[in-house]
């Protein structure tokens, strides 16, 4: 299995750009997690997804983001419009189960800059 | 790569010595703990768990030790190898709810 991909690895834009960010999960993993690093805050978990449904999305930080998973090997993460202060490592994980942390994979990150 | 914590506090030791990585959590309340390992433009990696149950725990050539007393952790690793550069961080959790992660802590292994 080549493990969690992410794309793009990484992406520049300019303020107000829609940014897409995008995650194939392990085969045969029921869960995904988007989170979001930062200096100033760490690692953070924005959402996550079982069975395709978003069951905890408490961690978004506004409505400028939003995601989606249309089916069990494929999930986005959308800003838009984006601001500098959007600019983090975003990763994806996945697991069999929600709690699993010892099963739980990341991806290598895409890192985003907003201009 | 998509490594970040350019500016994290960093531990040097020396190839072949024990290194040990501290880590402060906040919620008296967390029941569980993990230490992870993250290398330069790779995601996360779990390295090894605790319960609030326990005060220590071993694996292979790391142990965790919990001090609940004063809301501390520690990594240790054993006979450090420059495989082992990396940031590590912990995580705090309550019944897997208030997922914390802290700052992170760069490990670099002098030949």
């Known amino acids: 299995d080549a493990g969690v991909i992410q794309s793009p690895r990484h992406e520049v834009t300019e303020m107000g750009q829609e940014v897409t960010l995008r995650c194939k999960p392990i085969?045969?993993?029921?869960?995904l997690f988007w989170y979001r690093q930062t200096m100033m805050r760490g690692l953070e978990l924005l959402i996550y997804f079982n069975n395709n449904v978003p069951i905890d999305d408490s961690g978004m930080p506004e409505d400028r983001f939003s995601a989606k998973m249309p089916n069990a090997s494929f999930s986005t993460l959308k800003i838009q419009p984006s601001e500098p202060r959007d600019s983090a490592v975003y990763f994806c994980?996945?697991?069999?189960?929600?709690?699993?942390?010892?099963?739980?994979?990341f991806g290598p990150g895409t890192r985003l800059t907003v201009l | 790569g998509e490594s970040v914590g350019l500016h994290l506090p960093t531990l040097s030791v020396q190839e072949g010595d024990n290194s040990i990585i501290n880590c402060a959590y906040s919620n008296s309340a967390s029941d569980y703990f993990i230490w992870y390992k993250q290398e330069s433009g790779k995601g996360p990696q779990f390295i090894i768990d605790i319960r609030s149950n326990m005060d220590k725990r071993q694996g292979q050539r790391v142990t965790v030790l919990l001090n609940k007393t004063v809301k501390h952790l520690s990594l240790q690793i054993a006979a450090t190898q420059p495989g082992d550069s990396a940031v590590y961080f912990c995580?705090?959790?309550?019944?897997?709810?208030?997922?914390?992660f802290g700052p992170g802590t760069r490990l670099s292994v002098l030949p």
């Open positions: 994980a996945s697991s069999t189960q929600r709690y699993s942390y010892n099963e739980q994979f």
């Open positions: 085969s045969g993993h029921d869960y």
């Open positions: 995580a705090e959790t309550n019944y897997g709810q208030n997922f914390v």
